[in-house]
């Protein structure tokens, strides 16, 4: 897989910053903010070649977007999904929640299209809407899925905060090690989402696979789904920190759903690591085609 440059996960973030800006300080549901940021990543995968289709919905009385970016090709019937909510709470930009995984697999998608990716899955790439107020478009987008079309899912990657200013590093417990785990396959997800790290030397810890994210709706139905975290409002442990450096019994994200998640409340590293892990995930677990060369 490339290296994602991280210089361009980070233009994305300061789009959203000052697409909050200049939309009173916030990208939450229902609100201008929440549109120019679905419109800022859309134009750049039409322009990269994607398929993109914009399902709206209602919640709380106000519209609510999902955003799906298909990459033409692979096995229709073996499709990859990898997904992150684009919405914030009202309280701030919501840089790190979850500007963070949007500007992550946004450039992971971008990646794909300048590689000219030939995968042997067929990827769907999902930023989700009004996740802030109970994972409702990802929960609408399932619940209206077609069981035929559902069926062909063969696995959902999700990522929501991975740049948090005083990291840690987690994956999903797929495979149950301390927890339940989540639906056969998972565990290879778990696996592939931690291989990255493994290869740079850095420790993964797991961290619940409870539903607490847009992988909900997914693993409800069976689907096998796995993602990255580096931390919310929880803190971080004295061997967490002897671990991966950082701030003892301080939160991971001392900004979580507050007024300062801004482009400063990012740790560049675990952007630049989570990046990089988010596209060998996608590279590893999409194959590659088998068809004829071109
Ligand atoms: N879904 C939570 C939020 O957006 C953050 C979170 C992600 C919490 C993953 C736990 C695990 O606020
Ligand atoms: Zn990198
Ligand atoms: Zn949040
Ligand atoms: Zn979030
Ligand atoms: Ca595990």
């Not at 930009?93 to 067929?122: C, F, M, W, Y």
Request: charged share 20%.
């Amino acid at each position: 897989a490339p290296d994602v440059p991280l210089a361009n996960v980070k233009a994305h973030l300061t789009r959203f910053q000052s697409i909050a800006n200049a939309n009173g300080g916030n990208r939450a549901h229902g609100t201008s903010g929440y549109r120019a940021s679905l419109d800022y990543v859309k134009a750049q995968l039409d322009a990269a070649g994607f398929d993109t289709t914009v399902q709206a919905f209602t919640a709380r009385g106000a519209t609510g977007y999902n955003l799906i970016a298909d990459w033409p090709g692979g096995d229709p019937g073996d499709v990859l999904m990898i997904g992150a909510h684009l919405d914030g709470v009202t309280a701030g930009p919501g840089i790190n929640d979850n500007g963070s995984g949007s500007a992550a697999i946004l450039e992971t998608a971008l990646a794909v299209a300048r590689a000219d990716l030939q995968p042997g899955k067929h990827l769907r790439f999902a930023w989700w809407g009004a996740e802030e107020l109970g994972l409702l478009g990802s929960t609408h987008y399932v619940n209206t899925l077609p069981s035929a079309e559902r069926q062909k899912i063969g696995g959902y990657l999700n990522f929501d905060m991975v740049g948090s200013p005083n990291p840690g590093y987690f994956a999903y417990d797929g495979d149950g090690s301390s927890g339940p785990g989540g639906p056969a396959g998972s565990a290879r997800i778990e696996t592939v989402l931690r291989e990255h790290f493994t290869a740079i030397g850095v420790p993964v810890r797991d961290t619940a696979f409870d539903g607490r994210s847009d992988y909900g709706p997914f693993i409800r139905v069976g689907i096998p789904a796995g993602g990255l975290f580096t931390g919310a409002e929880g803190r971080k442990t004295a061997e967490e920190a002897r671990l991966w450096g950082g701030q003892a019994y301080a939160p991971y994200d001392r900004c979580y759903h507050a007024y300062c998640d801004t482009t400063a409340n990012i740790d560049d590293t675990a952007l630049d690591r989570n990046a990089d892990a988010i596209a060998h995930a996608v590279w590893t677990l999409a194959g590659t085609g088998g068809g004829p060369p071109d």
